[in-house]
């Protein structure tokens, strides 16, 4: 019976995503990284489905056997129901979406339906059922909430139902060895999709599913008498990560109903774990923990003693593991840091005044040249200069990016005899192709070159370098800030915000000598840009357009207004932060166009412009460098509000030059 129904759900896990992942396309169950997610590709949500049909093909097969073999199947239809219809909840939200009132709502009421069920059916005391209720709605939120990293989920189905068979056998309790059996290899099944496959997530729908049935499973069973500790020790790290993580936001005063990633699963990724790797640990913890409840099903005082602080501990450890993932984290930065810091002694350098010294790398470019006139119409003596060509495979990482820069003594070297003497360096040089694909030199001129450049400055004794970023690092947000978080869409993204990984891990080396600051630009515009040619093409075309009704901030900028900034941030008296945006110039998607083209865009329908850009992006994971014109797409339709914070807090709001620029004005000094 038990080895019948697990074999039809492995298959019907394994099976199903091939069905359900197009449907889910059609439909547009499709989810974009935000701010706060540890993913940073587009997402077909809702692929839990595939375990949901696994569990209803389980459970289907074992009742009836049961039913042939006139046993009692009570058991498996209320677990079964509980699970189904919490996963069906699921995938409404997933679809449609639901008011936090509708979902709490129905969550709550399926677990007085559980809890009554599982009383009705066992003769517990009715005073539980508040329990019992509050335990089933809070373990199907518990799922969601931790349903953050590729594999956990899955990881979790396959290690708690593996447990409850364990306690299923030791007890004597048949149907929570054959539930268990059921909801493990149904999110087994789904483990190679979600690991294998980038963007293929459980959804709504999944963690729904793991936490109703994991729940109902573990009620019946203390209902039926079943030791509490032994039954609940494998869902023990997922209680106490939430709760841990829910008293620490509402202690620190935060809205915490809103996304975010504090969880420790969330937080050891940050730290530089890979999410297999987070997983993995959560889930060996959560086995542990289960294997010291099995303690207490000896039954003394003694054995629950045992079994309780045994499990207490596995939950300290746990806990308090960023802390010493990030201790070892920060020992292995001061090893890499003392290679980057001191790569090469000062070379000998004759000392010349300061003050009023500039070099500017990318000198010959259109921001690097605009950025010497400004310089020298105040007075600034500027050294004018060409980076060195720089390769670097795109296959890369920050720690490769460091280990690459610490190799090229020639070429830093070279860079400190020239800026010599000078007391401040920005790095306008790298390649600005939106659209252009991976390649060795995009990602050496936008990768490796800052850091090489930090490293000549920190030789020639710079007192300031400003690097010049692009503010598309962080993709889709909703709003542009200055903190390090990214989420890099296309390739040219990839290449700036891999650039700013490696200039922090060299700022956090630093022994205070050198002061680097990453500008973030938006998009800059020019008389002379081709850029902007394109853009006052589009705008007097048919197809100039906004999302009605086109109010919203744009990311569009001046090439004087960027120049004038980094300016002032270069020259500043006081300290400066390490990320600063370009401010925003005060424009709207409306006022954009209307100024680039002379005339009113057409006002579409937001949500026809959102389904467009959905199957644009679906498109860009096929085709990676139409990723860049489908984002160009998406900023005209609604733009991208800017939070300039550090612009702001020292009073450098910027004068905005955008207008003159699209109107075909030229800009003064520029």
């Known amino acids: 019976m038990g080895v019948a129904a697990a074999v039809l759900a492995l298959v019907v896990s394994l099976v199903a995503p ?8 059609r439909v547009g169950a499709v989810d974009t990284p935000s701010d706060r997610s540890l993913h940073t590709e587009p997402a077909v949500r809702g692929v839990g489905f595939a375990p949901l049909l696994a569990v209803m093909a389980g459970f289907v097969t074992v009742i009836i056997s049961v039913l042939t073999a006139e046993g009692d199947v009570s058991p498996y239809v209320v677990a079964a129901s509980i699970a189904i219809v919490a996963g069906l909840l699921g995938a409404a939200e997933d679809i449609r979406g639901l008011s936090i009132r509708v979902r709490a709502g129905s ?25 019992f209720a509050v335990g089933i709605a809070g373990y199907i939120n518990v799922a969601n909430f931790m349903d953050g990293v590729n594999g956990i989920s899955s990881l979790h189905g396959l290690a708690v139902g593996g447990l409850f068979v364990v306690v299923g056998q030791m007890t004597g309790t048949t149907w929570l060895a054959v539930t268990g059996a059921v909801i493990a290899v149904s999110f087994l099944g789904f483990l190679p999709w979600n690991i294998l496959r ?8 999944g963690s729904y599913l793991l936490g109703g049935v994991i729940s109902i499973s573990a009620v019946v069973a203390v209902a039926e008498g079943l030791n509490p500790v032994a039954v609940v020790a494998p869902m023990a790290i997922y209680l106490a990560d939430t709760s841990f993580t829910l008293t620490q936001r509402i202690r620190r005063g935060e809205r915490w109903t809103e996304s975010h990633r504090s969880h420790v ?26 294997l010291l409840g ?31 993932v990030g201790r070892r984290s920060s020992a292995a930065h001061e090893d890499t840091s003392t290679l980057l810091a001191t790569p090469h002694p000062r070379v000998d350098i004759e000392p010349r005044p300061a003050s009023h010294r500039w070099a500017v790398l990318g000198a010959s ?20 200069l060409a980076a060195p ?20 003594d020639d070429a830093v070297e070279a860079l400190a005899r020239s800026i010599g003497g000078v007391d401040i360096v920005v790095n306008a040089a790298g390649l600005a192709v939106p659209d252009s694909g991976d390649s060795p030199s995009l990602y050496g001129a936008n990768s490796l070159l800052p850091l090489v450049v930090a490293q000549a400055a920190a030789m020639a004794g710079v007192h300031r370098v ?24 296309s390739p040219y993204s990839r290449s700036k915000a891999l650039g700013e990984a490696a200039l922090l891990s060299y700022d956090g080396a630093s022994d205070g000598g050198l002061e680097i600051v990453i500008v973030r630009a938006t998009s800059v515009q020019g008389v002379t840009r081709s850029t902007t040619q394109q853009l006052k093409k589009l705008a007097r075309s048919p197809l100039a357009s906004i999302a009605s009704p086109g109010d919203l901030p744009t990311v569009v900028s001046s090439v004087r207004g960027l120049v004038s900034f980094i300016l002032k941030v270069a020259t500043h008296p006081a300290p400066v932060p390490v990320i600063v945006l370009q401010p925003w110039e005060g424009l709207t998607t409306a006022d954009t166009l209307r100024l680039a083209g002379g005339k009113n865009p057409v006002a579409l329908p937001a949500v026809l412009c959102r389904a467009l850009i959905g199957g644009g992006y679906l498109a860009a994971k096929v085709l990676p460098p139409i990723a860049g014109p489908v984002r160009r797409v998406e900023l005209m339709w609604f733009g991208q509000a800017q939070n300039a914070q550090w612009a702001a807090s020292v009073g450098m709001q910027q004068t905005s030059f955008v207008a003159d620029v699209l109107r075909g004005e030229k800009e003064a000094n520029a």
């Not at 297999?276 to 060996?284: N, Y």
């Open 18 to 25: 091939f069905v359900v992942i197009p449907w889910l396309r």
């Open 107 to 131: 969550q709550f009421g399926l677990g007085v339906v559980g809890g009554a069920a599982a009383i009705a059916l066992t003769g517990a005391p009715w005073w539980l059922l508040p329990v």
């Open 198 to 205: 980038p963007g293929t997530f459980l959804g709504d729908v």
């Open 265 to 290: 699963f969330q937080r050891l990724v940050t730290l530089g774990l890979s999410h297999l790797q987070s997983a993995l640990i959560v889930t060996a913890a959560t086995v542990l923990a289960a």
């Open 294 to 324: 099995l303690i207490a099903l000896r039954g003394d005082i003694a054995a629950v003693a045992l079994s309780v602080s045994g499990i207490f501990a596995v939950i300290a450890v746990y806990l308090t593991l960023p802390v010493w």
């Open 365 to 384: 470019g259109f921001i690097g040249g605009a950025l010497v006139a400004e310089l020298t119409s105040n007075g600034f003596e500027v050294v004018e």
């Open 389 to 408: 060509r720089m390769s670097l495979d795109s296959h890369t990482s920050a720690d490769d990016v460091v280990a690459q820069a610490a190799m090229r």
């Open 466 to 489: 400003v690097h010049l970023s692009s503010a598309a690092v962080q993709g889709r947000r909703a709003v542009l800030d200055e903190s390090s978080e990214t989420a890099p869409f």
